[in-house]
């Protein structure tokens, strides 16, 4: 059960819209394509107007409107975003080289956090992880040096295109079909993973509308 | 039969199969094996060591679309942690994330009306992506408060930080960026099998604490849960066994009637090369 509805009208209005509207998405399955899509219009509709909801009432208001009323002098830095983002609205009008700025910056901040998140957050620490080294116990030593070579293996099937012999078409044909076998295996969990979402919302339709079962 | 018959017979097939499962057995649950609770000890452990009272800051950011698959571990994971007297402090770097953080938050005060407010706080949703979490990193690392000025939230008392992923910015994002940053502070994530690829290697380098990310992890979990507690959590059920179990019987079933067909419309094919 979902448990998100309560006792009161709405809620009970809500269940009967979720519930319609889930029927017409498994509509879906049977080849009904033109409500589906008049859902899937309505889903994006209620996003826009929750995105711009979240917009206003949790960004704009308490994070620009309020300190700039409350004191404009005391956070220029909001002065400087409020700048760059007339000038970003302004930019087919604006000289090129003006119209740019704030875009650099933008692009500039993403890929600072990402890029050095990405380096010491995840490519030291998992080459630090994927070196073999001795554990606890010789079990530990060989699980370690095991996920060691399938690193390695994995990593090599992703050489193309240089001259290699036949040791290293080996080891990358090994590589390949070790990632072949993860991914098979991780497919393996997804299936099952799709069933639960699809017997959760029949479990919706059956026992929290129709009250079956309860 | 005819190919428009089979098209529309297996989607009836398996929905009545799934509705009947689900009625047949409403409350018998997906059940772990012994084998499969090595995630769940692990999850358990991290939560021992938790002291009274501690902050857990609770990253929400689950999918619209797969959220249904964690929703029994996450219910039953923060109910867990208010009966071991922890508070929650609820974050959201996705619009998605913070609609179904405010659900789940209105939905434990719905359901224990005496739950004091401040043991829910709500840090509302922050703007920035990875920019927003490197400003929950330093508000953590430097004991600063964090949500709405009526009722910010100081981190300084972190003891753990849960994320639920599920979008975009979820468990790699809060690796890559709090991680370095918050010292000895443990991270656990659960997140739908989806993300299981990009989620198992960071338990295996130890940068998360402890992991939950597929259904049968889910249900050792919830397990454990129930025992230690008697059930006195209140709901903390996952799918029904018996549907989930129809359902791949019948996939199954589905896969060798499209391969048995497969072979038999390409034996005509092959007979004519021969010939």
């Not at chain 2, 290697?201 to 049968?216: K, N, V």
């Amino acid at each position: 059960m979902s448990g998100f509805e309560g006792s009161t009208d709405a809620d009970q209005a809500a269940t009967l819209v979720a519930a319609v509207v889930t029927l017409i998405v498994f509509g879906g399955l049977f080849g009904e394509r033109r409500l589906f899509g008049w859902t899937q219009h309505l889903f994006a509709g209620l996003i826009t107007g929750y995105l711009v909801l979240l917009a206003i009432t949790e960004v704009i208001v308490p994070r620009l409107v309020v300190p700039l009323a409350e004191d404009p002098v005391a956070r220029p830095e909001l002065w400087l975003g409020v700048g760059l983002l007339v000038t970003a609205a302004g930019a087919p009008w604006l000289p090129r080289l003006v119209a740019a700025v704030p875009v650099s910056i933008a692009i500039g901040g993403v890929a600072a956090f990402a890029l050095g998140g990405a380096v010491v957050g995840t490519i030291l620490p998992q080459l630090a992880a994927s070196i073999a080294r001795p554990g606890d116990d010789a079990v530990a030593t060989v699980v370690s040096a095991s996920a060691a070579i399938v690193s390695g293996l994995v990593l090599i099937g992703f050489v193309h295109g240089a001259p290699r012999g036949k040791v290293l078409a080996g080891a990358s044909a090994a590589g390949r079909w070790l990632m072949l076998g993860g991914i098979g295996g991780w497919i393996g969990y997804l299936l099952l993973s799709r069933l639960v979402l699809m017997v959760d919302r029949i479990t919706f339709l059956v026992v929290d509308w129709l009250g079956l079962g309860r | 039969m005819s190919e428009t018959a089979v098209r529309l017979a297996a989607p009836i097939i398996l929905v009545v199969a799934l509705a009947a499962g689900i009625l047949v057995d409403a409350n018998a649950r997906f059940e772990a094996s012994a084998t499969d609770r090595a995630a769940a000890t692990r999850f358990d452990t991290v939560l021992d060591g938790l002291t009274p009272d501690s902050l857990v800051l609770v990253g929400f950011d689950a999918d619209f679309g797969t959220y249904a698959e964690i929703r029994p571990s996450v219910r039953t994971l923060l109910a867990d942690l208010l009966a071991r007297d922890a508070r929650l402090a609820f974050v959201s770097l996705t619009p998605e994330g913070r609609a179904l953080a405010l659900a789940e938050r209105d939905r434990l005060m719905r359901l224990d009306p005496d739950l004091e407010a401040d043991r829910i706080g709500d840090l509302g949703f922050l703007p920035g992506s990875e920019a927003a979490l490197v400003t929950v990193a330093r508000a953590i690392d430097g004991g600063a408060a964090l949500g709405p000025p009526s009722d910010p939230v100081d981190l300084a008392e972190t003891g753990l930080v849960l994320v639920v992923g599920g979008n975009d910015l979820g468990p790699r994002s809060w690796v890559e960026q709090v991680v370095p940053r918050i010292g000895p502070i443990p991270m656990v994530a659960v997140t739908p099998t989806i993300l299981l690829p990009e989620v198992q290697p960071y338990l295996a380098s130890g940068q998360l604490a402890a992991l939950i990310a597929t259904p049968i992890e889910g249900a050792a979990y919830r397990d454990d849960v129930a025992e230690a507690t008697g059930g006195r959590l209140g709901e903390l059920g996952g799918p029904s066994t018996l549907a989930v179990g129809f359902g791949l019987a019948i996939g199954i079933v589905w896969l060798l009637l499209a391969l048995v067909r497969r072979m038999a419309s390409s034996r005509p094919a092959r007979e004519a090369d021969r010939a």
